[in-house]
């Protein structure tokens, strides 16, 4: 088990910490801490704040992802998905959402806007070398094996 810290920042008393909504969900459900509804045109892109920091054990990244309700029903995605919170970030955390609906979107206060799902990030040490080991796929790629 792996402790993550939030610090909820000032004036954001109201909204939610990121939370799951279900058991054994993947995702902690980040909440919208705008101060009055911010409105996306569609084609539009804005910040949204999510009110809080966090510090995360070393060999953690966070992913923002989009929800599935909000992109199904609205086009409302995040534009940089997934979106990575590095462990040694301090600031707040926000959502790059872009509207890629037909309709202008109001993002209100409070309300869920993206997920957060934690992943571990391996260990990795790199070496510049003058060959790469061969394999049978070789330079193959972007379709190389068929449909
Ligand atoms: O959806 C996102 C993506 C990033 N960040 C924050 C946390 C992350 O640690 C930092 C940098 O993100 P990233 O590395 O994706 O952006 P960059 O353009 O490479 O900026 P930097 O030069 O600051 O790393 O911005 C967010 O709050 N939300
Ligand atoms: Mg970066």
Do not use: W
Request: hydrophobic share 40%; proline share 7%.
């Amino acid at each position: 088990m792996y402790q993550v810290l939030f610090k909820r920042l000032a004036g954001n008393e109201d909204v939610n910490l990121p939370q799951k909504m279900s058991e054994l969900a993947a995702g902690f459900d980040l909440h919208a801490a705008v101060q009055e509804p911010v409105i996306l045109a569609p084609g539009e892109r804005k910040l949204i704040p999510a009110g809080f920091a966090m510090a995360m054990p070393g060999e953690l990244e966070a992913q923002i992802r989009p929800r599935s309700g909000l992109a199904y029903k609205h086009g409302i995605t995040c534009l940089n998905s997934p979106g990575t919170i590095d462990a040694d970030y301090r600031g707040e955390v926000k959502v790059l959402l872009v509207n890629l609906g037909q309709e202008p979107f109001a993002i209100t206060r409070g309300e869920r806007i993206a997920q957060m799902v934690f992943q571990v990030v391996p260990a990795v040490s790199i070496a510049e070398c003058d060959e790469l080991p061969d394999t049978v796929r070789g330079e193959g790629g972007f379709g190389h094996t068929g449909v």
